[in-house]
């Protein structure tokens, strides 16, 4: 086969046209520090980002899953808290009306006050965060309690037994509320009977059935604390590990998709002697036609 002149040049300029794409590949990867800029420049490396980004963003929603789950469990559990204060001055009053040598009227200045304690548990049973109540169930625009004018007790429920839940992993959910028939129908029944007992001077009953259900109501309330807590915890460990979770496939992503700075430099620079060698071999070798040949 007779090599001509034009066979020689059209290889050249092909030849030169590559090495100045490759250095204008190599200058963008330098100043992006990006080395995949569409998929054909490494299909299976595009492939595997795809996944790595998929991976990342359900990671982070993850992660803001479980921020929203902890906030909405330390809410509860301040709530709680507050609850079990209230109980426990509760418990004192009903103590004091239990001793015999006091007066009648004495209990009816602590009844004055187990009803504003009940009224401060209608309170609590009725807080909020960001804006939904706590303890309706799945009801959260619901106020899960009204006090009953004919009464002046607490009314019934109004929010329902649902259980808000949140995934912390794949397949995995967390429920981070506590409905308040579950907890606080219990209280509010304790502290009637308890308020009653107290106004109708009933020292059996104060000392008896009322302080027994408040009691009970007590370690109800410690039960309920001591599952948040647990919720809590695993929380904790599941943002912990979902934190370094984000870090790795971050990193796994930098290390497919980012440029080896170093390596790209001695690339270009290799591309660009390489370019000049082939520019200067071919001005020799068809010198008499190059200039005709790329007019």
Do not use: C
């Amino acid at each position: 086969m007779r090599i001509t002149n034009n066979m020689i040049a059209r290889n050249l300029v092909s030849n030169l046209n590559a090495h100045l794409r490759r250095q204008e590949e190599l200058h963008y990867q330098l100043a992006s520090g990006r080395r995949l800029r569409v998929p054909s420049d490494d299909p299976a490396a595009t492939s595997h980002s795809m996944r790595l980004h998929s991976d990342l963003e359900h990671t982070r929603q993850h992660r803001a899953n479980i921020s929203r789950a902890l906030s909405w469990l330390e809410a509860t559990d301040s709530v709680l808290n507050e609850v079990g204060s209230a109980l426990q001055r509760a418990k004192e009053l009903a103590v004091y009306g239990a001793n015999g040598t006091l007066p009648s009227e004495s209990r009816q200045a602590l009844a004055d006050e187990i009803k504003q304690i009940l009224e401060h548990m209608v309170d609590l049973a009725n807080s909020s965060h960001a804006g939904l109540y706590l303890f309706s169930g799945n009801k959260t625009l619901t106020k899960p309690y009204e006090l009953d004018p004919a009464t002046g007790y607490a009314g019934e429920y109004q929010g329902d037994g649902g259980m808000r839940e949140y995934e912390i992993s794949a397949g995995v959910t967390v429920a981070v509320n506590v409905p308040g028939q579950a907890l606080f129908d219990e209280i509010f029944n304790a502290l009637r009977d308890l308020h009653e007992a107290l106004e109708s001077d009933d020292l059996d009953a104060v000392g008896g059935s009322a302080m027994a259900g408040i009691d009970s109501a007590i370690d109800h309330l410690l039960r309920v604390r001591s599952d948040v807590g647990a919720r809590v915890n695993r929380l904790e460990l599941a943002a912990a590990r979902m934190h370094e979770l984000e870090l790795n496939v971050e990193q796994l992503i930098a290390d497919n998709e980012s440029v080896d700075i170093a390596k790209a430099i001695i690339d270009l620079k290799v591309s660009e002697n390489s370019y000049r060698a082939a520019l200067a071999s071919g001005a020799r070798i068809i010198q008499p036609t190059l200039i005709d040949f790329l007019r």
